[in-house]
């Protein structure tokens, strides 16, 4: 909820240990592998130079990519590693974060930590619309908040009847958003001064309902219980047979309150009723929830529309991120050339090419020009109970059978 754009995995690798497809084996951490690497594979640390220059040189790809990633962005291989570094180990590292396994296997991975303040409060704040809570975002921003969690009406609807839930959330209508504000600092004076910044901030929103600066840890844990429970109570009243589907895309911040109102739009267009809209406002990073069932061609058509008018909508309206956080896998790859251009997908398929010139690894996802992948070899999801009443009496979860019994 917290790491944002500077504390990810990219920003925060320190070395890994990789296998290729080739079998060779390289540790960034250990200054001998290293230089036996470099040593057995010359042409493939030139080709790794050769990209980073031609990237920095080609100025509107450069400018592309630098606006590409002051979103949180996912889509695709992480091109910002051919403009942030020189040093080929450093690019090589920053090309596997994100690549799912389509570049090499990484067998070990060390990271630099953050700091885990003792000192946190949590307040969730309601507005009357999303275009109200999104300019609460804008200014919030500006203060020393850690995360702000965005929930539109259809997820705060979706968890009102859950136990511990304030009552307020019932009595409210789809309109209403509400923002789930964290802070943290290393003193409880410190911590103070951050809470009071925020509201200050706030003092001309008008807040319908609250739940005040708590640090509380039963408080706490239920607010952040209501941000948690949203993708379980989409799933907990999906249709026998279909399946719960969670995107998550990337708005500027600036067009967040207008990419929510166009997304539940398409909601509405396409009849998924059950549909949530929740994410890390801060990044403009929102997630989608909804059902599919796959059972007939009627409903994988209905879903193929669904997902080209969602890619058209964030990368080509917008100028988006298709995956913010989560994998491109299979579902996002026919649309990574539409949000990255010819160019860019290009670039894409010359890393691909290098890292795994045989296309042994995970073939098919990231780089895939079916432009049907997503949709093809679709199944309906068995019945739940289907899958649960086959009791083989491993012992496993003997404490549940036996209570069942």
Not at 360 to 384: F, R, T, W
Not at 388 to 397: K, M, Q, T
Request: hydrophobic share 40%; charged share 25%; proline share 4%.
């Amino acid at each position: 909820m917290c790491c944002g754009t500077a504390q990810n995995s990219y920003k925060t690798v320190e070395c890994m240990k990789l296998v290729f497809s080739d079998g060779t084996i390289l540790d960034t951490g250990d200054k001998a592998s290293v230089e036996r690497f470099k040593s057995e594979r010359p042409e493939f640390i030139e080709g790794l130079i050769q990209l980073a220059q031609e990237t920095k040189a080609n100025q509107d790809l450069a400018d592309k990519i630098a606006h590409k990633y002051r979103l949180k962005n996912t889509t695709g291989y992480a091109l910002n590693a051919l403009v942030d570094y020189s040093d080929p180990i450093e690019v090589l590292e920053h090309l596997m974060i994100g690549s799912e396994g389509t570049l090499g296997f990484i067998a070990e991975i060390t990271y630099n930590t953050v700091v885990e303040h003792k000192y946190k409060a949590s307040t969730l704040l309601v507005f009357s619309d999303i275009e109200e809570a999104s300019k609460a975002v804008a200014t919030i921003a500006k203060t020393p908040v850690a995360a702000v969690e965005m929930m539109d009406g259809r997820a705060l609807r979706s968890v009102a009847d859950k136990p511990g839930m304030p009552s307020f959330i019932e009595t409210l209508d789809l309109e209403a958003t509400a923002l789930l504000v964290e802070v943290h600092a290393s003193c409880k004076h410190t911590l103070d001064d951050h809470t009071n910044a925020v509201m200050t901030a706030l003092s001309d929103y008008t807040i319908i309902e609250s739940v005040p600066f708590t640090l509380d840890p039963a408080t706490v844990a239920t607010l952040w219980g209501i941000r948690k429970g949203m993708f379980p109570a989409v799933g907990a009243v999906r249709e026998v047979g279909t399946t719960v589907i969670i995107e998550d895309v990337a708005f500027p911040v600036e067009n967040l309150a207008s990419g929510v109102r166009d997304l539940q739009e398409l909601f509405d267009k396409y009849h998924y009723d059950e549909a949530i809209i929740f994410g890390h406002a801060l990044e403009g990073n929102l997630h989608f929830v909804f059902t599919q069932g796959f059972e007939s061609q009627q409903e994988i058509e209905r879903y193929g529309g669904f997902m080209d008018d969602v890619a058209d909508l964030v990368a080509v309206k917008y100028q988006g991120s298709l995956k913010a956080e989560h994998g491109t896998g299979r579902n996002m790859a026919p649309y990574v050339e539409l949000e990255w251009g010819q160019e860019g997908y290009a670039l894409m398929q010359q890393i691909k090419a290098l890292f795994d010139p045989e296309g042994l690894l995970n073939p098919g996802v990231i780089i895939n020009d079916n432009p049907n992948s997503h949709i093809e070899n679709l199944k309906p999801m068995p019945a739940a109970d289907d899958i649960v009443n086959r009791c083989i009496e491993c012992g496993f979860c003997e404490p549940v059978c036996l209570q069942e019994r």
